[in-house]
């Protein structure tokens, strides 16, 4: 593209998963999914099992901690490529 050119936004094409991917969706950086723990944390207090409850929570916090520091993925992320590569028998969608 020369200087000359006018960028015209109708030509660039936008995937849906970056639509998606793009909504903010992390608390303190990490995905939003570890808010989880909160709703699970209440019927865990009605019946008196919230210590193997917040251990659950702690250990996915840990996981998504993990990911992103390693891979810079999402849990989402992580288990798509899961799928793929254990049912659909890793063969990826090549664009």
Same mark, same amino acid.
């Given at each position: 593209m020369s200087k000359d050119?006018?960028?015209?936004?109708?030509?660039?094409?936008?995937?849906?998963?970056?639509?998606?991917?793009s909504a903010p969706t992390t608390v303190a950086g990490l995905h939003a999914s570890i808010l989880l723990g909160l709703p699970a944390m209440v019927p865990a207090l009605? &019946? +008196?099992v919230w210590r193997p409850v917040f251990v659950?929570?702690?250990?996915? &916090? +840990?996981?998504?901690i993990y990911l992103k520091s390693k891979w810079k993925i999402t849990p989402?992320?992580?288990?798509?490529?899961?799928?793929?590569?254990?049912v659909k028998g890793n063969k990826w969608l090549v664009r």
């Open positions: 050119d006018d960028f015209d936004r109708a030509d660039v094409i936008v995937s849906e998963r970056w639509r998606f991917t009605a &019946l +008196g659950l929570w702690l250990a996915y &916090l +840990g996981f998504v989402f992320e992580w288990v798509r490529m899961m799928f793929t590569r254990f």
